[in-house]
């Protein structure tokens, strides 16, 4: 049974690019949720999809924007990189919006020099 | 708005010995709650979740947690620690019936140290 995957596992870019972060949900499940992780912090929830819509948003900017694809899969796209951007970003799945518990994948470690 | 404190940065226990890693949240509805473990450059793993009935769930690994409704906490607990569950704990809450509904709000984290 095929867990979470996230790609790529580390990026590196400068201010002011652009990043997309690719997420694949486990297997059976339809929803999608994203997460950053700043350094010796818990997660914070930056939004959720599902039926190819964004639901729920968390308190970030618009620079940070989403997609989910017919098969599930997530793309998580930031504009205009900021230094305080630099984070673990954390996918999560679920079976639909209610679905009571989320599964990690592993991650994709952003740096911005 | 939900929150979640974790009051301990740190945990020190040594191998054998109970640990207890605390937990206290903030919801105006009904909360799920959940706890994650988190070893280095990874992502989180599941452990367990409350969401209704007996307040004590049982989880992963021979973890359990205690709901208290009257206390607001969810305090993971283990009757005999291992060397190798020394991690980064992160409790979680969910309000299921507020405006943030499908969100998990997450603690600061405890890290867990079991000393052999």
């Known amino acids: 049974d095929a867990g979470v995957t996230q790609s790529p596992t580390h990026l590196i870019k400068t201010r002011g690019q652009q990043v997309t972060l690719r997420c694949s949900p486990k297997?059976?499940?339809?929803?999608v949720s994203w997460y950053q992780q700043a350094l010796g912090q818990g997660p914070q929830f930056i939004f959720q999809y599902y039926e190819e819509e964004e639901r729920q948003r968390g308190n970030f900017p618009d620079r940070f924007s989403g997609h989910q694809f017919p098969n599930y899969s997530s793309e998580l796209n930031v504009n205009a990189l900021l230094l305080g951007d630099s984070a673990l970003y954390l996918c999560a799945s679920s079976l639909g919006q209610a679905g009571s518990t989320q599964y990690f994948g592993p991650g994709t470690r952003l740096t911005v020099l | 708005a939900q929150s979640v404190a974790q009051p301990e940065d740190q945990v020190n226990v040594a191998e054998g010995n109970p640990l207890t890693v605390k937990c206290t949240y903030s919801?105006?509805?009904?909360?799920?709650l959940f706890w994650y473990v988190q070893y280095p450059n990874r992502g989180l793993q599941f452990l367990l979740k409350?969401?209704?009935?007996?307040?004590l769930v049982k989880g992963s690994y021979g973890f359990e947690a205690e709901f208290n409704k009257s206390q607001t906490s969810f305090h993971l607990k283990k009757p005999s620690a291992l060397v190798s569950d020394s991690a980064l704990y992160f409790c979680?809450?969910?309000?299921?019936?507020?405006?943030?509904?499908?969100?998990?709000?997450f603690g600061k984290g405890t890290k867990l140290s079991v000393i052999p």
């Open positions: 979680a809450v969910r309000d299921v019936s507020g405006a943030g509904s499908y969100q998990l709000t």
């Open positions: 297997s059976g499940h339809d929803t």
């Open positions: 919801v105006s509805g009904n909360p799920y």
């Open positions: 409350y969401i209704t009935g007996d307040n």
